[in-house]
């Protein structure tokens, strides 16, 4: 395994991380067998970066995760988030409001079985609690008290992204980057590394789409509240499906398009880690395998191309 250092958080991280959102279901049906099965295979590999959020299963993923790391805490940097409700009466809604990040903070903290989270982040805020929110007070308070170690924040867009690493309050900053999605290579990624922040990336495999694996007939079964189920149908779909074959050349023997996929997130120097989310022991085998990978410049350059000539939107 590569490590990285986590930007100004001094953190020493594992270039390729874990994603557990798969874990509570989000993806369809899970087993705990197979998600701690993945977390597992994710400390043997030397993994140690593990990402969650309270709104994963409403709290399902960092109850499995406490479990799986019990006696096992101090080998991993643990990373959650508050703020995006995913159930309940307030199903949707982003709520920042300084009691309430202090109290689903320390629910987090209940879960997971820990006295500190090494990372947390604020789960989607926009530009104005970002830049004029009450909670950073609140996240500078519970640094001082030793409850967490470091905050940052999990954002959607790519001003949202530009107004953190401006504000300054943000250690970290977590963003969806991919091989379809390249956006925050052109600003976001240059602004961080020069700030020393923390980059994050997630969403590499595009929900699975990068790994190759799909096809049109697998829109059947997302299904419910697989989160594949909104845009993995119809038209959008078959439209990545194609660019997805545009990008086949990337597999080559002894490397799946999945590793190529994490490795080209990886090539970003701004990068400090990925965090592909993995269903079991398998998929986290495989994707670890990206941390041996490097994409020659020239597949680098055909990628940058497809994404000037076609794929960006
Ligand atoms: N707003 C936010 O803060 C936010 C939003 C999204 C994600 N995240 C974080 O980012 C993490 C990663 O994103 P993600 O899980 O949405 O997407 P992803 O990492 O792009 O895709 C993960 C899915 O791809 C499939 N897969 C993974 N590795 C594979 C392999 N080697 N071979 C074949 N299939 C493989 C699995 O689904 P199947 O087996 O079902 O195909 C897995 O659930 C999340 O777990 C979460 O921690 C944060």
Request: charged letters at 30%; proline letters at 4%; aromatic letters at 6%.
């Amino acid at each position: 395994m590569e490590y990285r250092t986590l930007g100004r958080t001094g953190l020493k991280v594992s270039a390729i991380g874990l994603g557990t959102m798969v874990h509570a279901g989000h993806f369809g049906p899970m087993k705990d067998e197979e998600s701690l099965d993945a977390i597992d295979a994710a400390l043997d590999l030397g993994v140690n970066f593990i990402d969650t959020s309270d709104a994963y299963g409403a709290g399902y993923s960092e109850t499995l995760l406490g479990k799986a790391l019990k006696g096992k805490r101090g080998k991993v940097v643990l990373a959650t988030k508050g703020g995006n409700v995913m159930a309940g009466p307030n199903r949707g809604k982003r709520i920042f409001a300084v009691d309430y990040i202090g109290r689903v903070m320390e629910e987090s903290l209940r879960r997971l079985q820990t006295d500190y989270i090494d990372l947390y982040q604020l789960h989607n805020p926009d530009v104005e609690v970002i830049r004029n929110g009450e909670v950073w007070e609140l996240l500078e308070r519970r640094k001082k008290e030793g409850k967490i170690r470091h905050y940052g924040v999990s954002i959607n867009k790519m001003d949202e992204g530009v107004a953190a690493v401006r504000d300054g309050r943000s250690d970290t900053i977590q963003i969806e980057y991919n091989l379809l999605d390249q956006e925050p290579a052109r600003e976001v990624f240059p602004m961080a590394q020069e700030a020393n922040v923390g980059v994050i990336v997630r969403v590499p495999l595009r929900r699975g789409l990068l790994t190759g694996k799909f096809t049109l007939e697998d829109q059947q079964r997302f299904q419910g509240e697989d989160v594949r189920a909104r845009n993995f149908a119809g038209e959008i779909f078959s439209k990545e499906l194609a660019k997805v074959e545009r990008l086949r050349f990337l597999a080559k023997p002894g490397r799946s398009l999945a590793q190529a996929a994490i490795a080209f997130c990886i090539a970003q120097p701004a990068v400090s880690v990925v965090i592909p989310g993995a269903r079991d022991g398998q998929q986290m085998r495989d994707n670890a395998g990206a941390a041996g990978v490097r994409l020659p410049a020239e597949d680098l350059r055909r990628v940058e191309e497809l994404w000037r000539n076609g794929f960006r939107p």
